[in-house]
């Protein structure tokens, strides 16, 4: 447990500066709390905050510092990225799927369906030697002998960029590990099935107005592990998301950029260019009335 007191100050982000930014400080933390990084920027929505503390984001969206009031999320084979204001050209706005929030109060979506594509002919092909629990997964879902099948689900998929999993309601989580060979509540999995298991298709959205999308999950994005298989692998699907609702993190984001945006009310979904550095300087689309002159001191800084 950590006890916090409100503070102000001036933040700096880039070429951004805020004034009276409203944050909390720790002031005492209990011994069980072990945290290895300095502090949280969160990024949902007031409203979700114990403390009444306004979100810096927010606060530059209200101050009118940004030219666009979003923020996206870049995850590419090489890095990551989070970008304030309007999406660089990597991801032009005529590239995005928007679907609308349940309400905006969390960042989630409606999650329709989700088929799996068996991509060979059987069942145990799929993660190597038979094992009883592929037998068994091959019994209790009633898989056909290849294609796709549906896994009837409909639900809500909140998401997470702090999660590093994606948590399932328990009974969907065993299906699902059962079903890639995953053991011990997806704790275990042998790593090949990062090239052989099936791909899972999340369709999100309402269907209103065009408002749903088809976001393919491959192996190699929820088959996680170090890169060295003598340590073995793990199962991104893990049990311990509440009844009919769906924590959508990292593997998730892979290969993609994902929008969230305040003043519509929705998050936005595009694919990554191919060969995309996401390292390059790009101020211009955070402050796009900034000087040559800003941008030299930016830099100096």
């Known amino acids: 447990m950590v006890g916090i007191e409100p503070c102000q100050d001036t933040l700096k982000w880039g070429t951004l500066r805020s004034q009276n930014i409203t944050f909390g400080q720790a002031v005492n933390m209990t011994p069980d709390f072990d945290a290895q990084f300095d502090g949280l920027f969160g990024m949902a929505f007031p409203s979700l905050s114990s403390a ?3 979100p ?7 101050q009118r510092l940004l030219n666009a009031n979003q923020f996206s999320f870049t995850l590419g084979e090489s890095g990551g990225r989070l970008d304030l204001g309007k999406v660089p050209g990597s991801a032009a706005d005529d590239q995005i799927t928007w679907v609308k929030l349940v309400k905006p109060q969390f960042w989630a979506v409606n999650v329709q369906s989700i088929e799996v594509e068996l991509r060979h ?12 629990a592929r037998l068994q997964a091959r019994r209790s879902i009633h898989l056909p002998e290849s294609g796709k099948i549906n896994l009837n689900v409909k639900g809500i998929g909140l998401l997470d960029s702090g999660t590093t999993t994606i948590l399932c309601p328990s009974a969907m989580a065993t299906n699902i590990n059962r079903l890639i060979g995953a053991t011990d509540n997806g704790l275990h999995v042998d790593c090949s099935a990062s090239t052989t298991g099936p791909t899972f298709y999340f369709t999100i959205g309402d269907g209103s107005s065009g408002d749903r999308i088809v976001i393919p ?22 049990p311990g998301g509440p009844k009919n609702k769906w924590i959508l993190g990292l593997p998730f984001f892979a290969n993609r950029t994902i929008t969230f945006n305040i003043d ?11 060969n995309l550095s996401l390292y390059e300087r790009d101020i211009d689309h955070i402050m796009g009335t900034e000087s040559k002159a800003d941008r030299a001191d930016s830099e100096e800084v």
């Open 217 to 238: 999950v491959a192996p190699h994005q929820y088959i996680l592990g170090d890169g060295n298989p003598g340590h073995g692998c793990m199962s991104a699907f893990q």
């Open 264 to 274: 519509d009310g929705r998050i936005g979904f595009s694919q990554l260019r191919p």
């Open 121 to 132: 002919p059987t069942l145990i092909n799929l993660v190597g030697a038979p094992t009883e």
């Open 56 to 62: 810096p984001f927010f606060t530059f969206a209200r």
């Open 52 to 54: 009444g503390l306004e």
